[in-house]
């Protein structure tokens, strides 16, 4: 299969202004607001089955709302000291076994002045389940380390919000971590962090709003119909009551958000061109469209991304094969033994024009017929 590699730094460095700019307006002057201390509860023993992980251990982990001392399940929640980047290690901190295919939480109280939308660092030591004011914002299993973060749009609610974690340990690390992050669309600096549970109320919803999380890229772009497109994905978080429908506007293209059920984010996958793309991230923001509201909120792209993209191998799509050379269909699959011919009718973009393309060639398995 044939694969194109642009090799034209000039080209890269004329583009650069521009996004460096960029990013310099979506960047905030305050520094990162790492969590300084978790109300902690575990450990409690799980299995190894699917539902290890959605098992609520709690008997109610939307509503909880726990304050240092009280008991929940026969046990007591702890205020534990974070170290720098908003961590805890629960080996540590809940030294009472098990440790090992074992659950625990943590949970901390946010307060804002008023509704705002932030981005959060998350750490978890390994699988984790995420709720903010009883909605659920995260759900992974993965086996990973603390130190591998995962980042999310969260929207907070005017008055003390609580972030809930849950983390399921398999074998060795167990721990969790969180902190909020300059580049939050919304100051962080006002915010602050509790383990006492306020005695003013807690916040319910924020008023009816949209929020994007960072686009997630694909490795490589593509060639499509002359046109240089990036697959991307994007996780679309409905806060307070928004109405069906809702549609996220790229451009002069409306994309459908689907419904996704438990509070949980949307994700929306999309093709999103080369001049589009730059468009975004010289004006980091788009529509959102629900029910009878419209509201522009911020399209956290990163510019950084954009510009290794060209550095990389760009992948032609459009392949067809033909066993005789004369009948041509496009290739679905690995070619099986009766390939006898490939060849793709590739057309430059606009984009590309000017620019030093080199033509790697690779060899790729033949895929024998049953």
């Given amino acids: 299969m044939k694969l194109i590699r642009i090799a034209t730094v000039p080209a890269l460095l004329a583009l650069l202004p521009s996004f460096l700019a960029a990013q310099q307006a979506t960047s905030s002057p305050v520094g990162d607001r790492p969590v300084p201390a978790w109300l902690v509860l575990g450990t409690f023993p799980v299995d190894s089955g699917a539902r290890r992980l959605d098992h609520d251990y709690l008997g109610g982990e939307p509503a909880a709302a726990p304050a240092a001392g009280e008991t929940t399940m026969s046990r007591s929640w702890r205020v534990v ?158 806060w307070g009551s928004v109405p069906d429908p809702v549609q996220l506007r790229l451009g002069e293209r409306a994309v459908a958000v689907p419904s996704a059920g438990d509070g949980a984010p949307a994700t929306v996958n999309l093709q999103a061109s080369w001049p589009e793309l730059v468009s975004l991230v010289r004006q980091p923001s788009v529509s959102v469209t629900w029910g009878g509201g419209r509201t522009s909120v911020p399209f956290p792209l990163q510019p950084a991304e954009l510009l290794s993209l060209l550095s990389r191998v760009i992948v032609p799509a459009g392949w067809e094969i033909s066993a005789d050379g004369a009948t041509w269909t496009p290739l679905a699959a690995p070619p099986d033994s009766g390939t006898r011919a490939l060849r793709n009718r590739l057309r430059v973009p606009d984009v590309l024009a000017g620019l030093t393309l080199m033509a790697d060639v690779a060899e790729f398995p033949v895929r024998r017929s049953p």
């Fill in 81 to 238: 000291n974070a170290d720098a980047r908003g961590r805890v290690d629960f080996n540590q901190a809940l030294p009472d076994p098990p440790h090992a295919q074992a659950a625990a939480y943590a949970i901390t109280y946010i307060s804002s002045p008023a509704d705002r939308t932030v981005v959060m660092a998350v750490e978890s030591d390994d699988d984790a389940v995420i709720w903010l004011n009883g909605q659920r914002v995260y759900r992974a299993e993965v086996a990973r380390g603390i130190g591998e973060a995962d980042t999310l749009t969260l929207r907070l609610a005017r008055g003390a919000n609580r972030l809930l974690y849950k983390v399921v340990n398999r074998t060795g690390g167990f721990g969790v971590g969180g902190r909020l992050l300059a580049r939050s669309p919304d100051p962080i600096g006002d915010l602050t962090f509790a383990t006492d549970r306020p005695v003013a109320g807690l916040a319910t919803a924020p008023a009816p709003w949209v929020t994007l999380s960072p686009a997630r890229a694909a490795p490589h772009a593509s060639l499509q119909d002359g046109q240089l497109v990036l697959p991307l994905s994007i996780d679309v978080q409905r």
